[in-house]
């Protein structure tokens, strides 16, 4: 298996609505996130605890939501807030 990211439960109810160079941001933050967990689980898919809880981060002056499942070794991004617009 390989880690990777995705918007849960789907890209389109996420991301709704939010201008896309903070999309291009959050991507870029998962991506980070990815190859963050990837390096603290090296073999993720046999990984024992009880996972890890939601965590959030700021991200271009928005917010992203996301938590971490080491057995699936998946980053899940669930929510995003964008900055406040002007």
């Known amino acids: 298996m390989t880690w990777s990211w995705e918007y849960l439960p789907s890209e389109q109810r996420v991301t709704a609505g939010a201008p896309a160079d903070f999309l291009a941001a959050v991507q870029h933050r998962a991506a980070e996130l990815v190859r963050a967990a990837e390096a603290l689980y090296l073999d993720g ?29 998946l980053v899940v991004v669930c929510q995003v807030t964008p900055p406040p617009g002007p």
Do not use: I
């Not at 898919?45 to 070794?73: C, I, W």
């Open 45 to 73: 898919t046999s990984y024992q605890g009880s996972g890890e809880p939601m965590r959030y981060l700021d991200v271009a002056g928005g917010l992203l939501s996301y938590y971490v499942v080491p057995r699936l070794e």
